[in-house]
Structures are given as C-alpha cells and as structure tokens.
C-alpha cells in the first residue's frame, strides 16, 4: 500500500501542483545546446512542415534554417562575433525570427529594443551593449533616426514588414529604400564567400534581450540565455498543453517581450507548431486572422477576448481554440465566467486560461493546467517551477493561504540585469540551501492545491497619515467585484492638501452610475479596513488613460483630480 504523502504546509517543500504532472513531465531535463540548436535538431525530420504563417505567406522548416543561416553568415560578413549584441527593432515578422535564431546559431546575443520607448531610452539602450550592428523595420525607422548619430551604430540594415510578401506587394505599398542603410535582400547576399564557425555550447551563454518597461526607473536590460529559453522550452512541453504537429499558435503578445518571444515564438516553433506572426496589435486583424487561420493556441492579455466576446460573439472558428490564454492582469471571477460562457457557447474544448509570469522568468511562472483550472486564480506552477510567498517583514516562508511576497524558483529565470550588478542582487535572493529566488514584488499566496492567487504590486501601497499601510490593490479588487465595473486603478492624489487613495473607475455601457456607486460602496465597507474605503472616485466614459508603453498612464492619473466623485 502506498503511503500517502504527509504536508508541512509550505509551498516548496510539498510542491502540490506535481500531482497534476507526469513522471515524464517532471524528470525531462531540457539539452544543453543553443536554442538554434534545439529547434533544429527537433525539426530536421519535418523539413516540409510550416514553421511560420504570415498574412497567407507559409514558411516551412527548410526555408526557416535557410534564411537563418543566410542570415548568419551576412552578420558575420558584418563584423558580428561570439558574444556581440545586436541591435533590434522590428515587429514580429519572418525577417525578425531569422535574425534572432541567425545571432542565436553564431553565439551573438539579440537586444530586443522596446520600439515604444523615448529616443533618450532607445539611445541608452543601444550604447549600453556597445551594437554596432541595428536590423530596424522601415515603418520603425522614423524612432530610431534621430538616436544613430549618438550611438556606436555603424551598419544599419532596414527591412519593409511586407518584404516577405514579395515584389507585388512591396509595389503596391510602395516601398521605398531608406538612405544609409542596407536593405535586408541586399544584406543577406553578403553571405557569399562566408564559412560558418558554430561555438559550442557554453553554460548560460547570453541569447536574447528583452527590457524592463522603464515605468518605475530606468529600463533595465533583462539577460536570457541559451539555458533559460530551453528551459521555458522544456516547461511549456509539459505545461499541459496537448500539443500536436502543426498545430496553429496565434502570437499576438508583441516580440520584444520575453513571452512575445519565448513563450509564442521559440516554445512552439521547437514543438513543431506553426507560429501565425502578428506584427500589429490590432484587434480587428486579430479576429480576422482567426477566422482564417482557425488558431488552436494564443497568449494575450484579457481586452482580446472580451472584445471576441462582445463585438464578434460567435465564430465557427472559435472551436478550433484548445488553449485561450489570458496574462498579465487581474480578471475579475464574474469576467472570467462570463468568458467561460462564450467558449462554451463557441464549442471550444476548455474553459480560459490564466498565467503569470515576468520577464525576468523567462515569461511564464504559472499556468491553469486542464486538471486544475480555478476560477480567480492564475494557476499552478510549470512542472520544473517551485513559487511560494514569503513575509514581508522576517522573509521567512509563509504556510498555504498566508499573503506575502510571491518570490519564485525557477530555471527559465534571466542571468541577471545587464550591466546592473546591484540592480539584479537586489531582485534575487539566495536561501541558506543555496537555492536563488526571484523577487517579485507581488503580493500573493499559494493554496494547498498548488494553485497562485496574485493580489497586486507591493509597490501599489502607501502609508497615511495614521501609518497604516493602504494595498491599492485591494481597493481595486473590491470595487472590481461589482459586475457592472468595468475597470478600476485605485492611485495616491494630493487632494485639499492631503494624500489620499482615489479609484479610477470605468463602468459597463448602460450601467446606472448611482446604484452602482451604492452598491460598490457597500461592498467595500463589508469587505475592506476601514481605511482602505475608497472615498473618492473618478468615472471615465470609455477606457482608463494609457501610456505610450501599453501600461496604464498611473502619472496621469495621479495628477488629475479634477470631477471626483464622493462615494
């Protein structure tokens, strides 16, 4: 008879979510190679097989390890070596992914520039890696114009977002070339003449690039190595997905992101799935390329589904969905339900599911397993992934159900924040086992099922004047449990002199403002500390100010206290 196994209550050490994983699952050890490497060596058999689709345009396998290693040998032809960074500036298109994986087959490391950023951070970010080498797209070209001349920048190699359309697409777009720079078609014929010297593998090697979003402080260069990746390629293997050979994966999270990048791009293209490029966010072209190409997988954040759900409610296309994924922000339990509602009335196989992640981990932390999917929850860690939370005053680890930091075990997670030693001790922190934990400034706790419920920032706080600490967090969640809210980002004004906690709140169309103020107001007194009652709020008509990031514009917010309501 099998003895059951005793729980100690903490997290790491009984690791509940691996009784959703198999033996397999949890004794698979990812290879010890480049990532170029691992995609090819599990895809040389399948030569024939689509790796990419983009607007119709197929790309298989052969064409895929043909143009990375015309790529290759052009960056060499440039005077790129083992260990140089290259600059990039380009959406998620064929170009891009040859780029990558041809930096990747030569040792070279891929600095994923964030095309959203101020010319002064693009600028930082190029000099701080020393590129002398930048593939920009020609529609991104204008973002980077004015920074080359600050920069050690001595090749630039422009490419159209449509050149892999071909020449009747270009002529109709009527793509021109951009002065002092190579065109791509042009550079990839520098190959010629040029012999290939692959490095062997090196532990954490340095592979690619991404950065912080720069909202909170200078954007910091977040270091992922050939080991990381293949480690994410590992996990997202045996995350629960049921993968299958050409199967269709959606990417709609953008590349410069470690999950545009990783877990939409490298993960599927290593387990023989077609990767439907998207290099615009767009809904509307989303929906489209739904319909068409009939997508079994995506990740993206929550506004996608809801506008499927109210704008192009049902789709026959829709059942082709074995996985709807939905990261990086709260969904509320009435939201998440509703979107229940719609794939199941769209015939799609599983309910939505959430993860969590950061970049620094390589993208992807938790996931909802098809064995384990809780409603309000973000899910369950990878099977290689231990997460707990831990006291925020002694940093001891906390039992099942207690709130602290979320920090996380993990071998998907960065070398560390480029050329910022300080920056990346502070964000680890090694236990008395040795093991190294990523920081991750959220507030959280782990269930005895294993599964990750995800609060908010702990930087979303403040203390007032009694000293209390107010978790904005929470007023968000409270307020956002009323099903006719729509959106809330509860932020810190100075108002009559004092500082005070206001919630920005969007409600849903048609919604009764003043019953529903009522009802909120009610619910945050039965629910909150008194001191966290949200007292004053500020409605908006259509959608909370955003940033030129993507991010909610917090700093705008902050400083416009003009119409507040009092609840």
Known sequence: MIQEKTLTG?????????????????????????????????????????????????????????????????????????????????????????TILALNKIGANANMLNPTFSEEQLRDRINDTEAKVLVVVNELFWRVKNVLSKTKIETVVSCSAVNSLGAVIKAIKKVKKI??????????????????????????????????????????????????????????????????????????????????ICA??????????????EPTYDFKVFYEHIVKYRPN???????????????????????SFKYFVVGGEYVTPHVEKRLNQWLEKNGSPEKLHK???????????????YKCNVVGSAGIPTPHVTVAAFDLTTGKELKYGERGEVRVLSPCRMLGYYGKPEATEEYFHTDEKGQVWAC???????????????????????????????????IERAVLDHEQVRQCKTVVSEVDGKCVHVAHVVLMPG????????????????????????????????????????????LAMESDVTDLVKL
């Not at 997290?11 to 033996?23: C, F, R």
């Not at 397999?24 to 290879?31: D, L, Q, T, Y």
């Not at 939409?264 to 490029?277: D, E, F, K, N, Q």
């Not at 619910?523 to 990031?549: G, I, Q, R, T």
């Open 10 to 98: 903490y997290p790491s050490i009984d690791k509940p979510w691996l009784k959703y994983y198999s033996e397999e699952a949890i004794n698979a050890v990812p290879p010890k190679c480049s990532i170029y490497e691992n995609i090819y060596e599990a895809n040389r058999e399948y030569l024939e097989e689509t790796a990419l689709l983009y607007y119709g345009k197929k790309v298989t396998y052969k064409k895929l390890f043909h143009e990375v290693d015309k790529a290759a040998k052009a960056f060499v032809s440039c005077g790129v070596n083992y260990g140089d960074n290259v600059a990039i500036c380009m959406p998620a298109t064929p170009e891009t992914i040859y």
């Open 179 to 260: 002065p002092n720079t190579m065109v791509w078609n042009e550079f990839v014929k520098k190959e010629k003449d040029v012999t290939l010297t692959i490095p062997g593998y090196k532990p954490n090697h340095p592979a690619v690039m991404v950065y912080s979003s720069g909202t909170t402080g200078a954007s910091k260069g977040i270091q992922l190595t050939n080991d990381s990746i293949n480690a994410t390629i590992n996990e997202g293997k045996y995350i629960g997905f049921e993968w299958k050979r050409q199967d269709r994966y959606i990417a709609v999270v953008p590349i410069w992101f470690s999950t545009g």
């Open 264 to 277: 939409t791009v490298l993960v599927p293209l290593r387990h023989g799935i077609t990767v439907i490029l």
């Open 297 to 319: 997988f995506t990740i993206t954040a929550s506004g996608l589904p809801n506008y499927l759900a109210s704008e192009k409610e049902l789709e026959e296309a829709y059942k």
């Open 355 to 369: 993860g969590y992640g950061m970049c620094e981990c390589g993208g992807t932390v938790t996931a909802t397993h």
């Open 440 to 474: 991750t400034g959220d507030m959280g706790y782990v269930t005895e099922d294993g599964c990750l419920f995800v609060d908010g920032r702990l930087s979303s706080s403040y203390r007032n004047e009694d000293g209390g600490v107010i978790y904005l967090f929470d």
């Open 511 to 554: 919604a009764d403002e003043e019953k529903v103020l009522q009802e909120v107001k009610k619910h945050c007194f039965e629910k909150l500390p008194k001191n966290h009652m949200p007292s004053l709020v500020k409605l908006y008509e259509d959608a909370l100010p955003v940033s030129k990031s993507g991010k909610l514009d917090v």
